[in-house]
């Protein structure tokens, strides 16, 4: 028989004699009771004021807050302005005087909806958007540590193949070895037996002599021809060279270099990186961009002349000025709509730049190759903010978080990089593949052009390996966009300038083929763009998505829409 105390079945029983079923319950004291009890329920603490309610309607008495300052009152009121619950004595006195007050129960009533509909957001929203932040980490963790291992494993086979290769090459230096010792051995042998018949000679002769010297026979004596002379005449010695093993010396550093460099690793926070979840009813979750066609004939909206002898970048600082640079040391500030030079600023070293950019405040920013700085321009004042050393910096571009973007290549023309800063300092380096090749080519006499797309690629222009080169924010190729046949003017792909839309397109002008490509944020062809283009170099996007074309033959910038 099951106990009565213990069964979950059982009915609900009285807090204070145990036996009885629940009938009532205090709202003050939260205790259960049935009929018989409530008597002594209410004697057993006269200084509450309790609440006996039938048990269905239990909670449903409000309990309001004692006064803080008015001794046994009930705050039944709300100050709003003092944001804190008062009583009526409170309302009456000058601490309150004018204030806006509201009933109680009517703000709990707004803080009760306003916890559900937080709850519901919780619930709905944010919770299961965590499940999926979590989910998506324990993805990359376990991707890591997959990547890590095949990263281990193409070293360790690496490393078998140098010590085949070394074993290999010790075989042959002692095949050449034993080659040299029984070349030379032959020939000492040879030597000797020279040396052995030229003996026994002497050997016969020296008894010839004997038997001579003692005849009587004076026909034979004189028949007798000595050598003597002959031998007197020794042969050459032969002296062995023995070649001498020089080990060429073990320097880790260059070893290293030629094993193949490991890039360091680095971690970045995107506050971009996670989105909430969306759902019906949470109204508030941001949306996509307005998804915009391409126009079937991109036209040409105005051209502006900058009077450079040779033009080579173009930065947008707004919807109505542009920012150019070209093949002398001063940047020029132009009006689009008026065509008009707004200002000039001139590089602190008086080189020319190697490429401009627009921070997300508005500052310019530009590179000095020779002077191996990134310079940025705030109210007319050049400030230094990173200063290279074996390096010199090329293109440059602002991302969405703040950092710059920095391509460069080194001062021996064998090695060229892009690199995250924050400020001054170094976030990431973004140099090679998952196999160890580099990723850009090196070669310091060409134009190096970068820009982040809206899904954080870096997209870099190689003029040399006739490549789009796109890796994602974490340094990892994604794709090498080469070319579209046919190209307008059929030469082989020369991308220089780049840069992105709202669309995620990635545009590059084609200095050889007189235009610019369209590709999709996953290398796919879509449009070309020429307008009668002479040599486009740099590119930039407007936040209307019109398209700024800096050409380097006329020194015109011409801005072009292609987007409907």
């Not at 619930?123 to 095949?150: C, F, H, W």
Request: charged letters at 25%.
């Amino acid at each position: 028989m099951m106990d009565p105390h213990t069964s979950a079945q059982d009915v609900m029983r009285c807090d204070l004699c145990e036996t009885s079923v629940v009938q009532m319950h205090c709202d003050t004291c939260l205790v259960n009771l049935c009929t018989a009890c409530v008597g002594k329920h209410m004697i057993s603490d006269e200084s509450k004021d309790h609440k006996v309610v039938k048990f269905q309607a239990r909670k449903s008495t409000p309990l309001y807050p004692g006064c803080k300052f008015h001794y046994k009152e009930l705050c039944k009121m709300y100050c709003n302005q003092c944001d804190i619950p008062v009583c009526h004595k409170c309302i009456g006195s000058d601490q309150h005087l004018g204030h806006k007050v509201s009933e109680i129960l009517k703000v709990v009533d707004e803080r009760k909806n306003k916890f559900m509909k937080e709850q519901t957001e919780l619930n709905e929203t944010i919770y299961p958007t965590y499940q999926d932040i979590a989910s998506d980490v324990q993805n990359r963790m376990s991707q890591l540590q997959k990547e890590y291992g095949d990263l281990s494993t193409a070293i360790t086979k690496h490393g078998e193949d140098w010590h085949r290769e070394i074993d290999k090459l010790v075989k042959k230096l002692k095949a050449e070895v034993d080659e040299m010792k029984n070349t030379q051995l032959q020939t000492l042998q040879k030597h000797l037996d020279e040396i052995n018949k030229t003996m026994s000679d002497i050997k016969d002769e020296i008894d010839s002599m004997e038997i001579t010297k003692d005849t009587n026979d004076f026909s034979k004596l004189f028949s007798v021809t000595s050598k003597v002379h002959t031998y007197r005449n020794l042969p050459h010695k032969i002296i062995p060279f023995l070649p001498k093993f020089i080990p060429g010396k073990i320097q880790v550093e260059n070893l290293r270099k030629l094993f193949g460099a490991l890039p360091s690793s680095s971690l970045t926070s995107d506050k971009h990186g996670y989105s909430m979840k969306t759902t019906q009813k949470s109204p508030e979750a941001g949306s996509s961009p307005p998804v915009k066609q391409l126009l079937d004939e991109p036209e040409t909206v105005t051209t502006i002349d900058t009077g450079y002898r040779e033009l080579y970048y173009v930065a947008c600082l707004s919807d109505e000025e542009i920012w150019t640079s070209g093949n002398d040391k001063t940047m020029k500030l132009y009006s689009i709509n008026q065509g008009s030079l707004l200002k000039s600023i001139t590089t602190k070293s008086g080189n020319r730049p190697s490429n401009i950019a627009v921070t997300e405040s508005g500052d310019l920013v530009y590179t000095d190759y020779f002077y191996r700085t990134v310079n940025i321009v705030k109210n007319e004042k050049i400030e230094e903010v990173i200063r290279l050393q074996n390096w010199g910096p090329k293109g440059v571009c602002s991302t969405s978080s703040g950092d710059l973007l920095v391509i460069m290549d080194s001062d021996d023309n064998i090695q060229t990089k892009v690199v995250r800063y924050s400020g001054s300092t170094e976030k990431q380096t973004i140099q090679f593949d998952d196999k160890g090749k580099p990723l850009y080519s090196p070669c310091s006499r060409y134009l190096r052009y970068i820009t982040e797309n809206k899904n954080h690629d870096i997209c870099v222009s190689d003029e040399k390996a006739e490549a789009v080169v796109v890796v994602n924010q974490a340094g990892k190729l994604r794709f090498r966009y080469t070319g579209h046949t046919p190209a307008p003017m059929k030469h082989p792909f020369c991308p220089l300038g780049i840069t992105t839309d709202s669309q995620s397109h990635i545009l590059t002008a084609d200095f050889d083929n007189n235009c610019v490509h369209i590709i999709d944020q996953d290398g796919q062809f879509l449009h070309y763009i020429d307008c009668g283009l002479r040599y486009p170099l740099g590119l930039c996007i407007d936040t209307n998505d019109n398209l700024f074309v800096a050409q380097w033959r006329n020194k015109q910038v011409k801005k072009i829409k292609y987007l409907q």
